[in-house]
């Protein structure tokens, strides 16, 4: 594992030839929050300015404060309720800057806390229209910093930007149509005085694409489709739309018209690796859900796409389950880090897919290096062919064509596994650079799947499919697990009940944080993943833990509230968890001084 340690310099020294490139660019700096602090997130400290706590998603802090032997020293500092009946799921992820903590709860709010107390500073509530349709709860995932603003989406497809001081709206931009099915739940991040955003809304027909706005007005930059057919656009000073570009060949890989409603919801956001300059976003399902609708591999849904900040295009693809026909979404992070083989040292990314395989790529390229099962059921697919870079179908576990069936309905019901929901869905992985393992909040369950006729109506939901979801095991459901990225091994596992569905952070101290829907917040030992610290929040922990340090003394903070799309869409697995109770709350930690 030594060797693997080096991702640490080589990051190093390139976040500071990128640090100083950004700021000789010439462009107008921003006050406060600068591109070079974002670009630096990950190995400064004393703060956590974007999604995934640095651009490259690592969710790993270098502070060893808080570690496997002071961990019994944990206790609670604060908790902060987001108050009034607007629980729901609370998935977000904090961030925190010159003593304030910016966090997003349900029903698109956003509050700014006193890190040391919580106290409430100010509190933005967006004034959400009748009619929205978020498909998977009232969530959102966070905000993004910049200058002296903080950025937001809301659930009627909206960006807000806040003065993170006041709390005033400095600008607003509409992004999209909510009537149509379009919402907003990722956290955006920022890239070179860009904000970068996707779309939610894929079960409504809607178009996946990736967007770019000036950071300090809201006015577009470009626009990247990721549903081949469409065009992208980049936009000048004066607002004006320029062509730029058909994404992929139309009708290509989507047959008729059907890529005009073609789904690939852009739904969890993205990452940035400034070693490559490369935005890595995930896509979503095609729609319908029916796949005999659609023959062909339907790109650039259920993918990786890598898309150049500077122009918009996408420089490469990698797609996880071609002709997707159970809603596995490839919207699962795409995690950069220095992959260490045979004394060689790839610039690499990791995903854990919803499709249940742990997917390796060089992230120049898109080139397959690894893919392997995180899961222990896999049906849909065989295996991942490493010199194709396909999957292995395994074709009688397709649901079957309804023009087939007897009264032409229903097409025969198969078993899948995963479910559709995942071997994991929007919990985020981590990756530590000393143990060299990546931490996969995992789930193992099934569904029953059959396809259906369906047509698009604006505004209507558009799957063609029915389902069932259903436990592969009596005594668990989620799994944290350490996976090995070089060997393709389960290191160890951390079995729990309840489905996981929170994301995990991992320290230098030798630590996994993650959270549990059963109320716990828990730290397991990193190497071998005993758990050496739990404390129960009161309701289900759905979101990702960070760490900072503040006067020299280091925190952890996590947002608690039971929700997302499980008790939604679980059928069989809902009802074996309806014992959980909602909340609404962050609490913050540090280490008790006797």
């Known amino acids: ?19 100083a490139s950004v700021m000789s660019m010439g462009s107008i700096q921003a006050k406060g929050v600068s591109d070079a602090d974002i670009v630096k997130d990950a190995m400064t400290a004393n703060d956590v300015v974007s999604f995934g706590m640095g651009t490259q998603g690592q969710r790993y802090s270098a502070l060893d404060k808080i570690n496997t032997e002071s961990i019994k020293d944990l206790v609670p500092v604060w908790s902060m309720s987001f108050g009034g009946e607007k629980q729901r799921g609370q998935e977000s992820q904090p961030l925190i800057h010159d003593g304030v903590m910016f966090v997003t709860a349900s029903y698109s709010r956003l509050f700014a806390l006193d890190v040391k107390t919580g106290k409430k500073l100010w509190k933005y509530e967006h004034r959400l229209p009748d009619g929205i349709m978020p498909c998977c709860d009232v969530v959102n995932r966070g905000a993004a910093l910049y200058g002296d603003l903080v950025i937001f989406g809301t659930l009627d497809a909206q960006l807000v930007a806040l003065n993170r001081e006041t709390g005033k709206v400095v600008w607003k931009e509409k992004v999209d149509d909510y009537h149509a099915g379009y919402s907003m739940t990722a956290a955006p991040i920022i890239v070179k005085g860009m904000v970068i955003s996707g779309v939610s809304g894929g079960e409504f027909g809607v178009v996946g694409r990736v967007e770019a706005r000036d950071a300090l007005t809201g006015k577009l930059k470009w626009i990247r489709p990721v549903v081949e057919g469409h065009m992208g656009y980049t936009y000048g000073a004066d607002g004006k739309a320029k062509e730029a570009g058909v994404s992929g060949t139309t009708n290509a890989t989507w047959p ?125 697919a065989k295996s991942i062919d490493l010199k194709t870079g396909r999957p292995v179908y395994d074709d009688a576990n397709r649901p079957g064509d309804p023009s087939k069936g007897s009264d032409g309905k229903k097409g025969e019901v198969v078993t899948s596994a995963p479910s559709f929901l995942g071997g994991k869905n929007q919990q985020q992985i981590a990756y530590n650079p000393k143990t060299g393992y990546f931490y996969v909040p995992a789930n193992e369950w099934a569904m029953d799947i059959w396809n259906e006729p369906v047509s698009y109506k604006k505004g209507a939901a558009y799957l063609g499919a029915g389902f069932t979801i259903k436990a592969l095991n009596e005594d668990y459901i989620g799994a944290l697990r350490a996976v090995d990225p070089v060997t393709g091994k ?54 990702p833990p960070v760490t900072w340090e503040q006067d020299g003394e280091q925190y952890i903070a996590v947002v608690s509230g039971w929700g997302g799309a499980v008790p939604l869409w679980g059928g069989d697995v809902a009802r074996r968890v309806n014992f959980l109770e909602q909340g609404g709350s962050v609490w913050v930690f540090k280490l008790h001084k006797s």
Do not use: C
């Open 256 to 380: 008729g018209d059907l890529w005009k409603t073609g789904g690939a919801a852009t739904w969890a956001g993205a990452t940035y690796d400034p070693e490559t300059n490369l935005i890595f976003a995930g896509t979503g399902n095609p729609a319908p859900w029916n796949s005999h609708l659609r023959p062909g591999d339907n790109l650039f849904s259920s993918s990786t796409v890598a898309i150049d900040p500077d122009t918009g295009k996408i420089v490469w693809h990698y797609q996880t389950t071609p002709h997707d026909g159970w809603d596995y979404d490839g919207v699962n992070e795409f995690v950069s880090f220095d992959y260490v083989k045979d004394g060689k040292t790839i610039k690499a990314g990791g995903k854990a897919d919803r499709n249940g395989f742990f997917f390796v790529l060089d992230r120049t390229n898109g080139k397959l290096l690894n893919a392997f099962p995180f899961v222990n059921k896999i049906t849909w």
């Open 490 to 543: 389960i290191v160890w596992e951390n079995k729990n009940y309840a489905p996981l569905w929170g994301g995990v952070l991992t320290t230098a101290g030798n630590l996994a944080f993650y959270g549990t829907p059963e109320g716990y917040l828990k730290a397991l030992d990193a190497t071998t993943g005993k758990e050496v610290w739990q404390f129960q929040t009161g309701s289900g922990v759905v979101a």
């Open 1 to 19: 594992m030594e060797g693997r340690s080096k991702s640490n310099k080589h990051w190093a020294a390139a976040v500071s030839l990128i640090a």
